[in-house]
Nanobody, 114 residues
């Protein structure tokens, strides 16, 4: 069963940092590129970062230089280290494969506010 379990979100001040974690126990993790997506209130879900099976990352322009995506294939886990957070990073964050499965986890909320 495809399952994604995200954690690590919270409330942080502008300029702060967070690390998100995603466990994906129900897939053959090593066969898939993985990604983080976010969805801000009233907006559609958007891609944030991807990492291929070789560990090569890719980022959208809005997070390039501030976020780091990584994966641990032994643990079926993908991470998103977030630095220099901005209020516009406020969103629910989800992980999935890339391209994504139809099934999504509950996500983890990141709120950047003073």
């Amino acid at each position: 069963q495809v399952q994604f379990v995200e954690s690590g979100g919270g409330l942080v001040q502008p300029g702060g940092s967070l690390t998100l974690t995603c466990a994906a126990p129900g897939i053959s993790f090593g066969l898939y590129a993985m990604a983080w997506y976010h969805q801000a209130p009233g907006k559609e879900r958007e891609l944030v970062a991807t990492i291929d099976i070789a560990g090569t990352p890719s980022y959208t322009d809005s997070v390039e230089g501030r976020f780091i995506i990584s994966r641990d294939s032994a643990q079926n886990t993908v991470y998103l280290q977030m630095y220099s957070l901005k209020p516009e990073d406020t969103a629910a964050y989800y992980c999935n494969t890339f391209p994504n499965f139809d099934a999504w986890g509950q996500g983890t909320q990141v709120t950047v506010s003073a």
